[in-house]
């Protein structure tokens, strides 16, 4: 067992990562290679990857405790995935896929039979995963109930409770993205629906929000030339093209529309935040993804809006920037695949 | 073991219910007493129950499997209730206080003195204890992630993940009725805060969606006499004694006005519900609390908004009415502390 390896592996819609760990979670490897969605050899790959791994370091199928594995969408208790779109799979237990594929691709190697219950494989979603690694070996490390926010081009969430990932009845628990904040939204969100979290906590949400001020102060402005000089040139020029990265720059350089647009970014977020503290009363909320490092920017606003919508024996909840960057996925998957052995 | 009893108790703020079970989960007995908040001799009456019981029944503290405490306010995982309003309660510890006046109290009866640890206590809070009680005995029994929600004089709610209940960092998860709908609110909720879910989905808050209804419709009077015929005289005339039953009465009549009331009681409670299912994917919700009763005309009505609102991978929810009615707090608490001694 001393010599045990745990494999962590994050798919995503361009490319692959794979971590291999010692029990501790010492990280020992980390590569990358490209999601094959073409082709649909993903699986294979990953499976490849790991074989040839352990045959070059004169390993076996005895020496690998599990292998964890966080997809781009929901995966129920069972291993059955609902539907990646990313990766252009349907429904199917990918559990039981990865055995077959590996077992067959280690005979090709090692020239040996892999009995099923050798091979130890457990899948999660990718949101889940970066949650339960921070929460290993990252910014979460010393709280037992933590809820772990991706702030980038989508929201997504992970919730954990007493250590363990909450994943809902068909493993897809902690879509914070996707809870209703604007009641009278009319279009449509990527999940189908309208008036999504994330249609205005986002990369595109916080874009349209910039445009939609720029329409009400046009319109204001007909009344009132005051709010003129709140059209900063250079964001006014951008109109069509502009950015998340536009908004974020003009604001840190104290452009008033720019601010005024993060601030109502910043009040969807707390009211989103203020819901989950008030449901499931975490210690602390810890932010990733691209746009959690305009931190001070981003969440440190929202915080106001929280404690003022937050169930009050709820407001004590600490704030936390990620650590582990886009490695939390490998680590997440990890150590899910060693906390299911232990349930075993 | 064989004979061995769990207590179940549900400290109420005028009375305390108490059940005797075997390990089984049958109750053998349930009673009830008088909440004595003026002399606060709360647990020591609990404890004079349950140390008569067992003298009477001929047995000792070692046929005492556990003591479960449902209690109205919050309870952390270390047992210490932060504030019990009802009860005239400040922040302690009420499984070690317990534990001394059991101790003292079995003592005078039995004349021995009984060891600390051979008093097994646990406290969790009493909205928690009836969705566990719905869980182990009641109409979720069939479920492993439900939601137990309280339709009453306040809106209470209770998250059961795999037959655990989620009680959060300091005891306060589950409290759907804090969540914020209404950002514009400016009246105070009793939690503190404006806006909550509880100002629209309770028996107070139902009436002051009607009395905003009257208002708005007598504004709008003025300007189209049509909305006069929507004015039901009846209602119109108790106005200021106006009850939720009144209005639920009337809309079994077919009352355009009363139905108008209810339906926006059900967008708003739809809503709150998306928000709990789109975060932790429960198998079902529960109803319990006098105003389930009104069942077809609360909760299918919200329904309809909880469909268009919830995150589309969790809108697979069943809907159930509570089955145990008053006796769901004394199960849960029995159930509770029979849960938390597996653990040790």
Not at 294 to 319: H, Q, T
Request: hydrophobic letters at 40%; one cysteine or more; charged letters at 25%.
């Amino acid at each position: 067992m001393k010599d045990s390896l745990v494999f962590g592996v994050d798919v995503g819609g361009t490319s692959i990562k794979i971590g291999v760990f010692n029990l501790e979670g010492e990280l020992l490897l980390n590569d990358e290679i490209t999601t094959n969605v073409l082709e649909n050899t993903i699986i294979k790959d990953i499976a490849d990857f790991i074989i040839n791994y352990i045959y070059d370091n004169k390993k076996t199928i005895i020496d690998i405790t599990g292998i964890g594995l966080g997809l781009p969408g929901p995966v129920n208790d069972f291993g059955e995935v609902q539907k990646c779109v990313n990766l252009n799979w349907g429904v199917f237990n990918i559990e039981e896929e990865f055995k077959n594929i590996f077992i067959n691709e280690y005979f090709e190697k090692f020239n040996k039979k892999v009995d099923r219950n050798e091979v130890f494989i457990k899948a999660t979603n990718d949101a889940n995963c970066a949650g339960l690694g921070e929460n290993w070996k990252g910014s979460a490390k010393n709280f037992k109930n933590s809820v772990f926010i991706t702030l980038g081009t989508g929201l997504g969430g992970a919730i954990i409770i007493n250590e363990k990932i909450v994943n809902g009845n068909n493993g897809a628990a902690g879509e914070i993205g996707h809870i209703v904040v604007d009641y009278d939204e009319k279009e449509l969100c990527s999940c189908g629906k309208t008036g999504c979290l994330e249609q205005k906590v986002s990369a595109t949400g916080i874009v349209k929000i910039a445009k939609k001020l720029f329409e009400d102060n046009n319109k204001e402005n007909n009344k009132d030339n005051n709010t003129e000089n709140k059209l900063n040139n250079d964001l006014s020029a951008k109109k069509e093209s502009l950015t998340a990265k536009d908004i974020f720059d003009a604001a840190k350089t104290g452009n008033e529309f720019a601010n005024e647009v993060i601030e109502i970014y910043s009040k969807y977020l707390g009211i989103g935040l203020s819901h989950v503290a008030t449901l499931v009363n975490p210690e602390a909320f810890i932010f990733g993804g691209g746009m959690s490092k305009a931190g001070e920017l981003v969440y440190n606003r929202a915080i106001k809006y929280f404690d003022k919508y937050v169930f009050l024996p709820c407001k004590n909840v600490s704030f936390n920037l990620a650590e582990l960057g886009n490695k939390a996925g490998m680590y997440g998957a990890a150590f899910y695949v060693l906390s299911c052995k232990d349930k075993k």
